[in-house]
């Protein structure tokens, strides 16, 4: 999959391609729906996948006192999309001015003229343009006029309610990171660099690995049963008890995650490592002392073994 920034909104002239817009925040079920149908329209035109996103989300160009954090990095959401098959990601750098063209003046300078769009896949509730006053209708009369066909999909739901990356944020809010998984159609993952603590679990003989994560959006505080991987996405899995918490049997402070990896590993200082939440095991406690903490996280390792059996 080739990133092109388009800085400029020269045509690509990139061969029949299919374009999907959207922020596509956690690649999630409803996402994927709209990737893979735009994915298969291309291969059986024989043109090209592209997936249409914007740097930054617009609502921080827009409201940014209400801007929701983001459930992914941008190179994690590459990933993910490349995964799928994606060719190309256009990336549109979302600017003031941008958020004041109108859809009709959107559909022409940016899927008539730079990306050349032959088909448009988005989903019904699909809005654009200034004050979001574009819909699919008018989407679609804009294709007529421009020369590109309009594919719009209904929502994939869950329950009844439509997937989406708010009912996400939602569930890891409250630490239902099962919900969110069921939402997302993988485990919810966070990635970060493993750096130095004040390493009081190795003197209580439950050495931790402790992030500094990449994400904005991490689950609530709670212990979790995880799967770890050094490196991100090549790495093998490695069983985990992580802890994400403000240490309040030691006085409290700054969220930390912290994993006790089930299997001795490697010095992992410096290192990236991505940490996929299986399940929550339970919320955060403050103990009488270090026994007795030492003694619940010794059962929550044996409950994080069962859960992971399953995982």
């Known amino acids: ?8 909104l020269d045509r690509r002239g990139w061969p029949a391609p299919v374009v999907t817009v959207g922020n596509f925040d956690g690649v999630h079920r409803g996402h994927r729906a709209l990737v893979t149908a735009t994915i298969e329209r291309a291969r059986r035109q024989e043109g090209t996948a592209v997936v249409l996103t914007f740097d930054p989300h617009p609502a921080r160009v827009v409201a940014p006192e209400s801007a929701p954090s983001a459930l992914m990095t941008f190179s994690q ?5 490349d995964g799928m098959g994606v060719d190309q990601l256009a990336v549109l750098p979302f600017t003031p001015e941008l958020s004041r063209e ?10 008539e003229r730079a990306l ?7 989903g019904g509730a699909f809005r654009f343009g200034r004050d979001r006053a574009g819909d699919v209708s008018r989407l679609q009369a804009l294709g007529r006029e421009m020369g590109f066909e309009v594919e719009a999909l209904p929502p994939v739901l869950e329950a009844g309610r439509a997937v ?3 009912w996400i944020r939602e569930a890891l809010a409250e630490g239902d990171v099962m919900s969110a998984s069921r939402l997302l159609g993988r485990r919810f ?9 004040v390493g009081r679990g190795t003197t209580l003989g439950i050495p931790t690995a402790n992030l500094s994560p990449a994400n904005e959006t991490i689950p609530a505080l709670g212990v979790y ?16 008890v992580v802890n994400v918490g403000r240490r309040p049997t030691f006085g409290g402070g700054d969220t930390v995650v912290e994993a006790h990896l089930l299997d001795p590993q490697q010095d992992l200082y410096g290192c990236s490592l991505r940490v996929e939440f299986a399940e929550r095991l339970r919320g ?3 103990f009488s002392g270090a026994d007795a903490l030492v003694a619940q996280i010794h059962d929550d390792i044996a409950e994080a073994r069962r859960v992971l059996e399953k995982a």
């Open 164 to 166: 989406s990356s708010s």
């Open 189 to 197: 993952f966070i990635d970060g660099d493993v750096v130095r603590g």
């Open 284 to 286: 955060e406690r403050t």
């Open 1 to 8: 999959m080739e990133i092109v920034r388009l800085e400029s």
């Open 116 to 122: 050349g769009a032959r088909a448009v896949v988005v």
């Open 225 to 240: 049963a995880c799967l770890t991987r050094l490196g991100g996405t090549k790495g093998t899995a490695v069983g985990a």
């Open 102 to 111: 109108t859809p009709d003046a959107f559909a022409r300078l940016v899927l």
């Open 77 to 81: 959401k590459a990933e993910v999309l």
